[in-house]
């Protein structure tokens, strides 16, 4: 029911969502051709390198304190016992992190001697051990204005780092010609003003407080997250830390650029499921509006499909435009993890059914098994095949946790999603996304027509297929007519 009150507050909050996440990342957009420029692949390899480290230490340090802010602030009863809960994971996030990285300062150039033989601990590890700890006090003012649905106020906080990252960075690639030292101090420097901000604001809402019974039913609930969040670092970025052991660090660097460029849909679905799991958790709790809060769920759907297959045919495109040819071969890899995007989305719409039925043990499971899918298809033929290998083993690896959480959610806690109007989406969707990743070589206007049909055939299998239902057309159909009066008018 696209038109009810409910479902227009969720797509207007994923709307909000998604163009302040497009807002950030077409910052680094924009810049990219300014960054490529002036950094090499190999350089781009050794940012590659420490957004794995950098992520890693962001899954590993919280011990999955992520979800359990949401969680927390969602169950407890008054806010006494919100500002207990909350209070004890802030004392935890700014004392365990620290006591874990201070041995590095001793221990770090022989730890990562082992882990990135090719970067040294000292400056460019250094900067982003440093840099992941400070990142740790965003957690909580972050996931509580989710969890308020204060979406313009989260939008503002990311923005502002994200500006005067680049600001920052540009200022020292550019004009310092520091190279890749320059991304790294920029991300370090806005990061520890951007903590000093967060903790500021954290203060204000729930002061220091600390309950080490609290903080037992804290663990119970996001140590499982903690190794699911591992499972997904194996996923996401583990794959630069293999690629090291057998492509140069240009390949890894080329890599990143194109990986970074698919997880525009991964973002965007993030963004959506942003913007739908509070609603999700209050119909759960209150039981209002059970219904539209699922019906939503197709609609994040679809217009997760249709950035993913516009982004596909795109990028083939415009990526020529944007980066230099010491970068050919990124096309390919942005493609391939654009449409894991998808199943991305379908995974973090049904893992909620587990989180809140607080089987988060499961979610782990279904992370783990994609993740040692992944490792396997990666230790076993990147060696041969190269670096694309990743990314179709990533594309792989999400299959796997959409399908998991099929499975474990129809089990466990079985909700009435419209799973056949997904299965009606989704198969063209993939299917047209294939057919422009394998494209034929072609003619600059008959490849422009090519990248066209497949467009206009992907929404025709919207109609011609019956995911449209009757109320979706006339929903369509009293818009298009609202325009036409409206361009009349002009």
């Known amino acids: 029911m696209i038109c009810s009150q409910t479902m227009r507050q969720i797509l207007n909050r994923t709307a909000l969502f998604f163009v302040g996440n497009l807002i950030l990342r077409s910052i680094g957009f924009v810049l990219l051709p300014l960054y490529t420029r002036h950094l090499s692949p190999a350089d781009y390899g050794i940012w590659g390198l420490s957004n794995s480290i950098g992520l890693f230490l962001n899954i590993a340090l919280p011990f999955g304190m992520l979800m359990a802010v949401g969680r927390f602030y969602f169950d407890a009863r008054d806010e006494s016992e919100r500002a207990e809960s909350l209070g004890t994971i802030f004392v935890f996030l700014t004392v365990v992190p620290l006591l874990i990285l201070l041995p590095l300062e001793k221990f770090g150039a022989q730890i990562f001697a082992f882990i990135t033989p090719g970067v040294a601990y000292a400056p460019t590890m250094r900067l982003t051990v440093w840099a992941a700890y400070f990142s740790m006090f965003s957690i909580i003012p972050l996931m509580v204005l989710r969890s308020r649905e204060q979406a313009g106020k989260y939008l503002l906080f990311n923005l502002g780092q994200a500006l005067l990252f680049h600001s920052i960075a540009v200022t020292l690639v550019v004009f310092a010609r520091l190279g890749v030292l320059g991304l790294?101090?920029?991300?370090?420097?806005?990061?520890?003003?951007?903590?000093?901000?967060?903790?500021?604001?954290?203060?204000?809402?729930?002061?220091?407080?600390?309950?080490?019974?609290?903080?037992?039913?804290?663990?119970?609930?996001?140590?499982?997250?903690?190794?699911?969040?591992?499972?997904?670092?194996?996923?996401?970025?583990?794959?630069?830390?293999?690629?090291?052991?057998?492509?140069?660090?240009?390949?890894?660097?080329?890599?990143?650029?194109?990986?970074?460029?698919?997880?525009?849909?991964?973002?965007?679905?993030?963004?959506?499921?942003?913007?739908?799991?509070?609603?999700?958790?209050?119909?759960?709790?209150?039981?209002?509006?059970?219904?539209?809060?699922?019906?939503?769920?197709?609609?994040?759907?679809?217009?997760?499909?249709?950035?993913?297959?516009?982004?596909?045919?795109?990028?083939?495109?415009?990526?020529?435009?944007?980066?230099?040819?010491?970068?050919?071969?990124?096309?390919?890899?942005?493609?391939?993890?654009?449409?894991?995007?998808?199943?991305?989305?379908?995974?973090?719409?049904?893992?909620?059914?587990?989180?809140?039925?607080?089987?988060?043990?499961?979610?782990?499971?279904?992370?783990?098994?994609?993740?040692?899918?992944?490792?396997?298809?990666?230790?076993?033929?990147?060696?041969?095949?190269?670096?694309?290998?990743?990314?179709?083993?990533?594309?792989?690896?999400?299959?796997v946790m959409a399908g998991g959480a099929y499975y474990f959610s129809k089990k466990l806690y079985p909700l009435e999603y419209e799973f056949n109007r997904w299965r009606i989406l989704l198969i063209p969707t993939i299917a047209l996304c294939l057919a422009s990743i394998f494209r034929p070589t072609l003619a600059v206007t008959q490849d422009a027509l090519f990248s066209a049909a497949l467009l206009a055939g992907w929404l025709a299998s919207l109609y011609g297929l019956g995911f449209l239902s009757q109320r979706d057309r006339a929903f369509i159909k009293e818009r298009v007519h609202s325009l036409n009066i409206i361009l009349r008018g002009k």
């Not at 209050?282 to 209002?288: C, H, I, L, M, N």
């Open 184 to 399: 790294l101090w920029g991300n370090l420097i806005s990061s520890l003003v951007f903590a000093l901000v967060y903790i500021t604001q954290t203060l204000r809402w729930y002061p220091p407080r600390f309950s080490l019974t609290r903080l037992g039913a804290i663990f119970r609930y996001s140590l499982p997250l903690f190794v699911h969040g591992l499972a997904g670092w194996i996923l996401m970025l583990s794959d630069r830390l293999i690629l090291q052991r057998w492509v140069t660090l240009a390949e890894v660097g080329i890599y990143s650029i194109g990986y970074t460029l698919g997880t525009i849909v991964q973002n965007a679905a993030e963004a959506a499921t942003n913007a739908w799991f509070p609603v999700f958790y209050a119909s759960r709790t209150d039981g209002e509006n059970a219904r539209q809060a699922t019906d939503a769920a197709t609609y994040l759907l679809l217009a997760i499909s249709a950035i993913a297959i516009a982004l596909t045919v795109g990028l083939h495109h415009l990526i020529g435009w944007i980066l230099p040819d010491a970068y050919r071969g990124a096309e390919a890899v942005a493609a391939w993890v654009a449409l894991s995007g998808i199943f991305a989305q379908v995974y973090y719409i049904l893992s909620y059914s587990l989180h809140y039925i607080k089987k988060t043990g499961y979610i782990a499971l279904i992370s783990w098994s994609a993740a040692l899918i992944n490792l396997l298809i990666n230790f076993a033929l990147i060696p041969r095949y190269g670096f694309m290998v990743a990314a179709i083993s990533t594309l792989t690896a999400y299959m």
